[in-house]
């Protein structure tokens, strides 16, 4: 069952979901919008050659920090990570969907590659958002602006198991600004 903007609200304001900051506006009919961090990760490719999934020694990407009054210009063809401004807390009994705003879309925007699913019991916690630009003009992407949002969905029950459980191998527990691949960790 996706929740309604009545629902939203009382498990916002019963401390259940937690978006911080978030403005009343944001909360559409079945969603929340979320907004653009300042920070971002951009592929080293000047020193990089390869992408290896499991080579722990490599720094694939770099940090570049905007500031909140200047944009990220992405080029056509290009992929970066982001983050949402907000902080997102999830119960152990609700899900969320990460989506672009289709006014975005429209101008060849994508926000997610697959990482669009946030597990039960995401503990307080930014969203990393994969960016590419699809189109053929550079796109400016202004910190603070809506590029996304996110509907919840509740469980039948609470997970057994929620995100960050010891058993999970939950690498991006707690993340702040946006964070790169952690596959490495994975066994092959």
Not at 44 to 57: A, G, L
Not at 58 to 74: N, Q, R, Y
Not at 87 to 102: N, Q, T
Request: charged share 20%; hydrophobic share 40%; proline share 8%.
């Amino acid at each position: 069952m996706i929740l309604s903007d009545g629902s939203i609200r009382k498990l916002l304001s019963d401390g259940q979901l937690i978006i911080d900051p978030i403005e009343d506006q944001q909360i559409q009919p079945a969603s929340v919008d979320v907004r653009l961090g300042d920070q971002f990760l951009v592929f080293r490719n000047h020193t990089s050659e390869v992408i290896d999934p499991f080579d722990k020694s490599v720094e694939l990407m770099e940090p570049v920090d905007v500031g909140p009054d200047k944009p990220f210009i992405l080029h056509p063809g290009e992929f970066v990570l982001g983050t949402t401004h907000e902080a997102i807390g999830l119960p152990d009994d609700l899900v969320a969907r990460v989506e672009g705003k289709s006014s975005l879309g429209r101008l060849g925007l994508l926000i997610h590659a697959t990482a669009g699913f946030v597990d039960p019991g995401w503990p307080r916690g930014q969203i990393t958002l994969e960016l590419s630009n699809v189109a053929t003009l550079p796109i400016k992407l202004w910190p603070g602006m809506r590029v996304g949002q996110l509907s919840f969905h509740r469980l039948d029950r609470a997970a057994e198991r929620p995100y960050g459980h010891p058993g999970l191998n939950s690498k991006y527990v707690g993340q702040v600004g946006p964070v790169a691949s952690q596959y490495q960790r994975n066994r092959r």
